[in-house]
């Protein structure tokens, strides 16, 4: 049996997604410079990438700066809900781009996915979430030796990457684009801030004013949000389990309380922790009547589902991505995007111009991977500094923002211990 070149909803959806990438290019101007560079310099020639990402129009817009820098790239989703079928059909159709993922996939299909993009013997791999090195790593180890690195794009993937180097299973080096200023100051706060209160309000229409909002974790996901929400006139909380995020969430502003105080008074407990069952049976047992539950978090763990489901008397779909669980004693909780990331499932994830930042490390990054010739160690590298530096001078440039430059006085005092007062 030969091999599927791609696997995708509907090629027909093609036209709508070619509309969709151009108007996120238009919000990704280091992106374009990027892809000017790209298509002279033709750094990544020849290379293998297979990337395993939500496949949305802003990671289109990455496939196409890559594929202009002579790359053959094959893409996968990062999960099951969050592809862009029309985005996945131009990338196939007008860009020539195979792409093996389906908005809803089952589980089974996801990793089907993950295996036909394995087959590409990826010599790079970008990942979100890192499915596509673990899946390597467990099942396909014939195609470590000629894979030269990785990158990861998320902190839960950061973080089993981590525990992968900490038991010395980790085959190959691979780059935490998520650690870089560039990316996570801007990308997990403001991009996730937005989406996620975007993917709340489309999926429910609730007004947020007035209304108790919690947020679960205080990292830069949580952060993001919690500030977003303040901003719609919600009276936010914030939960943690890290004294000094949860120092720093009360002198943001924030109230601080256990998750089992505020399940009891919240209208609205979004997740954003990296944890799993974060919201679990005890807390259902408490919960306000009418509650809506969303999860930010990388993965549909962090709040038990399964419980959820056992504790319920009846569920139905109350309207699109909101699933209405009925608790014996008549309470009712509203859980949104089957606990999936609700930015990517009930709205378009992150926009544009955050993941123009994003995604150009993501590139500059592979070509770095690429054109390295000291072959890095088997491990969690962070993106090098000029990278992240190059990254936010482009940006500035593109929002046409000047910044002043040291004088040689001011940088030779700034390299002197001598002067004192
Ligand atoms: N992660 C969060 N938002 C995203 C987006 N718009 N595209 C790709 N990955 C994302």
Redesign the pocket.
């Known amino acids: 049996m030969t091999a599927a070149l791609y696997d995708i909803t509907d090629p027909a959806l093609a036209g709508r997604g070619v509309t969709r990438i151009e108007w996120?290019l238009r919000e990704m101007p280091v992106m374009r410079r990027l892809m000017a560079q790209f298509s002279e310099h033709r750094p990544l020639g020849g290379a293998r990438v297979s990337g395993c990402?939500?496949?949305?129009?802003?990671?289109a817009n990455l496939a196409r700066v890559l594929v202009a820098g002579g790359a053959r790239v094959v893409l996968c989703a990062?999960n099951p809900l969050?592809t862009q079928d029309d985005v996945a059909a131009a990338l196939v159709t007008n860009f020539d781009i195979p792409v093996f993922a389906r908005r809803g996939e089952s589980t089974e299909v996801y990793y089907q996915h993950i295996s036909a993009a394995l087959d590409h013997r990826p010599q790079l791999t970008m990942d979100?979430g890192a499915d596509l090195i673990s899946e390597m790593h467990k099942s396909r180890r014939e195609l470590l030796d000629d894979l030269r690195g990785g990158t990861e794009?998320?902190t839960t993937g950061v973080v089993r990457l981590r525990a992968m180097a900490r038991d010395g299973a980790l085959r190959v080096p691979v780059v935490a684009v998520n650690d870089a200023m560039t990316k996570h100051l801007f990308?997990n706060r403001y991009?996730?801030g937005q989406?996620t209160l975007d993917g709340i309000i489309r999926a429910t229409n609730i007004l947020l004013a007035g209304r108790v909002f919690t947020v679960a974790g205080y990292g830069w996901c949580g952060r993001g949000i919690a500030m977003r929400a303040k901003g719609h006139g919600a009276n936010v909380i914030v939960t943690e389990v890290e004294p000094l995020r949860a120092l720093e969430a009360a002198m943001d502003g924030f109230r601080v309380i256990p998750l089992l105080e505020a399940a009891a008074q919240s209208d609205f407990i979004v997740t954003a922790t990296g944890d799993k069952h974060v919201v679990d049976r005890a807390h259902f047992e408490v919960l306000k009547d009418g509650c809506v539950l969303a999860n930010s978090g990388h993965f549909n763990v962090e709040i038990n589902i399964p419980v959820l489901e056992a504790m319920a008397t009846q569920i139905r779909d109350a309207r699109p991505h909101v699933q209405e669980y009925v608790l014996q004693d008549g309470r009712r909780v509203y859980l949104l995007a089957q606990g999936r990331?609700v930015?990517?499932s009930a709205a378009?994830?992150?926009?544009?111009a955050v993941?123009d930042m994003?995604?150009a490390n993501q590139a500059m990054v592979l070509d770095h991977l690429w054109n390295t010739t000291a072959r890095l160690a088997a491990d969690v590298h962070p993106v090098p500094h000029e990278i992240d530096r190059q990254v936010a001078r482009f940006k500035l440039d593109t929002m046409e923002i000047g910044i002043d430059a040291l004088t040689e006085e001011q940088a030779a005092y700034l390299s002197s211990w001598r002067e004192g007062t």
């Open positions: 996120a990402l939500h496949i949305t129009s802003e990671t990062s969050s979100d794009e998320t990308d991009g996730t989406s990331l930015n990517l378009e994830g992150h926009p544009a993941m994003s995604f």
